[in-house]
């Protein structure tokens, strides 16, 4: 698996621009979803939250996704995740995106936190233009708002859905994708 997943990272980030689209860091994502709409209101009220500045995704009728994130609860620094995916159906290409989880509630940061947490299967598919804003149900209870390139963001109010709202901004890259697959997510405590 470590050898696609490689495969992977190497597909996205050709298909995403190259080492422009992978430099941007943390601050750079937090301060992208704080002024991208609705996604900037959670910050004021969410018990905590996980961002992943850079998730590489790619795909020939297998796919896969990694990033490495932070967990705040608060603006306090509290642990390290990852976030793995799989999925098999009709995909091509890659692409790099910014995503945060908010935690509307403790329960809900102890769920995301047990270790190893994962959203269930879900089915998508990708088309994102600069501007352009749309939502998604994961089917899972976690929703997903998707947006234009970071300076252009703009996210719809997907809300809580089990304690959890899920935003994500796209870096760069195409990507068709019209697959199955979960993200799964591991955490490590400071």
Known sequence: ???????????????????????NSYSDAINAFSN???SGRYFKTAYG???????????FVVGAAFGEGKVFVGSKHV???????MSVGAQWGGQAFSQIVFFENEQAFKNFTSGSFE???NASAVAITAGASAGANTGTGS???????????????????????????????????????????TFTPL
């Open 1 to 23: 698996m470590s050898k696609l997943i490689k495969l992977v990272v190497l597909v996205s980030f050709l298909f995403a621009g190259g080492h422009a689209a992978w430099a």
């Open 36 to 38: 991208a709409g609705e």
């Open 49 to 59: 939250y996980a961002v992943f500045p850079n998730i590489g995704k790619g795909g």
């Open 79 to 85: 642990g390290n995740a990852t976030m793995t995916q």
């Open 119 to 121: 959203l269930a299967a």
């Open 143 to 185: 929703t997903a708002g998707i947006s234009g390139g970071r300076n252009d963001a703009a996210t719809a109010s997907p809300g809580y859905r089990k304690g959890m709202a899920i935003f994500t901004i796209a870096i760069g890259g195409l990507m068709f994708e019209a697959a199955v697959g979960g993200q799964q997510f």
